[in-house]
């Protein structure tokens, strides 16, 4: 393709970095959202759920929306949902309307996100779209280096509302690189239409070379997610650390990831996509494991810290091989949206059933991570029997 692909890859970048900052900027601010709501410290989980909620709708009309008006509008019409969102959230007084505008910001980050990975599929594809994933990887480590310890900082020194503020911000730089390189988005739009049908998801999704990577970069999104998700109360808890401390944990965090992304990319050249998929399930189920002993026994600091930094890293691993393996026999970028929508919905299945486990203590959430450890590495052998 002619197409300079630089600026498009840049833009989805920057959707993959709003959407992780709707995450990361929030974490630190969970224990204060909490008292301001009059909620129990451990269901400030449910407004990462109610983010990730919003994130997994837009798969209903997002196609739609791309074949009618075209990628460019696509991303406005995410930017204007956030925009709404975050600007709901600024004025919001209890929890019912605040847990909405959490789930508004996930329909636009969620979307915007969704048309992101799906210009990846626009201009790469095979063992470039892993690597062009792997890039995508270290926006989405930027955002959670700088989300993370951004939120801290701010909602120690100055007040939560700083977090919808500094997401307008940027929307703002957002729409106006979509602005910058709208001749490109429709010129992506017109070969899109000579080469793509009406999508058929369920023809896709049945297909065991699309649902197994589904499944896998699934049980290690839900893994992260939990993890992502009760951090903060669960250091808070049980080592008392401040918003600032959490929030500067992001710097390992992210470091961690950077490993794991720069790992995808050195190590294409010498192993396959299916071999390093079962490397990162083989991290995540030792990883877990060493948690779930670890929350019976009396939790070591440096224990959960590097178990932490391990998940982060297997998580980094695996999204980039799942995603070029789920979608390397279909073409168009239909694919890609359906599975980000699935690894979305398995990992918000996951979160969710992570909140009944909550009441009962880490254990049981520890537990229940283990167990999606496991079931990911038998998915990964799956995956190798059919490669083979």
């Known amino acids: 393709m002619s197409l300079s692909p630089q600026r498009v890859l840049l833009l989805a970048c920057c959707?993959?970095?709003?959407?992780?900052?709707?995450?990361?900027?929030?974490?630190?601010?969970?224990?204060?959202?909490?008292s301001k709501l009059n909620i129990e410290e451990a269901e400030g989980y449910?407004?990462?759920?109610?983010?990730?909620?919003?994130?997994?709708l837009p798969i209903v009309f997002m196609s739609r929306l791309i074949r009618s008006f075209g990628r460019y509008t696509a991303i406005l019409v995410c930017c204007a949902i956030l925009f709404v969102g975050s600007?709901?959230?600024?004025?919001?007084?209890?929890?019912?309307?605040?847990?909405?505008?959490?789930?508004?910001?996930?329909?636009?980050a969620g979307g915007g996100a969704l048309v992101g990975r799906a210009l990846l599929t626009d201009i790469s594809?095979?063992?470039?779209?892993?690597?062009?994933?792997?890039?995508?990887?270290?926006?989405?480590?930027?955002?959670?280096?700088?989300?993370?310890?951004?939120?801290g900082f701010l909602v120690a020194s100055l007040n939560w509302v700083a977090l919808p503020c500094l997401l307008i911000i940027g929307l703002i730089l957002t729409s106006t690189l979509a602005f910058i390189i709208r001749a490109r988005l429709y010129k992506l739009d017109t070969l899109a239409k000579k080469f793509t049908l009406t999508p058929n998801y369920y023809a896709i999704a049945i297909q065991p070379s699309f649902y197994l990577p589904v499944i896998l970069g699934g049980c290690g999104y839900g893994i992260f997610i939990v993890y992502q998700g009760i951090g903060a109360y669960v250091f808070h808890s049980n080592f008392r650390w401040s918003s600032t401390d959490y929030g500067t944990?992001?710097?390992?965090?992210g470091l961690a990831y950077y490993l794991g992304a720069f790992t995808v990319r050195r190590a294409l050249s010498v192993v396959s996509v299916c071999q390093l998929s079962i490397f990162g399930a083989c991290l995540l189920i030792a990883s877990t494991s060493v948690l779930f002993l670890a929350a019976w026994q009396n939790m070591s600091i440096h224990l959960i810290v590097g178990t932490y930094l391990v998940i982060w890293y297997a998580q980094?691993?695996?999204?980039?091989c799942t995603a070029a393996m789920a979608v390397n026999k279909f073409p168009g970028a239909?694919?890609?949206?359906?599975?980000?929508?699935l690894q979305q919905l398995v990992a918000l299945t996951f979160g969710t059933l992570a909140t009944?486990?909550?009441?009962?203590?880490?254990?049981?959430?520890?537990?229940?991570?283990?167990?999606?450890?496991?079931?990911?590495?038998?998915?990964?052998?799956?995956?190798?029997?059919?490669?083979?």
């Open 15 to 34: 959707t993959t970095i709003i959407a992780q900052l709707g995450i990361t900027l929030y974490i630190p601010a969970t224990t204060q959202l909490a």
């Open 316 to 320: 980094a691993t695996l999204y980039p």
């Open 356 to 388: 009944f486990f909550i009441p009962y203590g880490i254990q049981t959430v520890a537990l229940l991570t283990a167990c999606l450890g496991g079931l990911g590495v038998v998915t990964a052998l799956l995956i190798l029997k059919r490669e083979a």
């Open 334 to 341: 239909n694919p890609m949206m359906l599975f980000s929508f």
């Open 46 to 56: 449910k407004l990462l759920l109610f983010y990730l909620g919003g994130a997994v």
């Open 249 to 253: 944990f992001g710097l390992w965090l």
């Open 125 to 151: 594809s095979g063992a470039a779209l892993a690597k062009n994933l792997s890039v995508l990887s270290y926006s989405f480590i930027l955002a959670l280096i700088g989300g993370q310890v951004a939120g």
């Open 87 to 108: 600007v709901l959230s600024l004025l919001s007084f209890g929890p019912e309307v605040f847990f909405f505008s959490r789930f508004l910001q996930g329909i636009g």
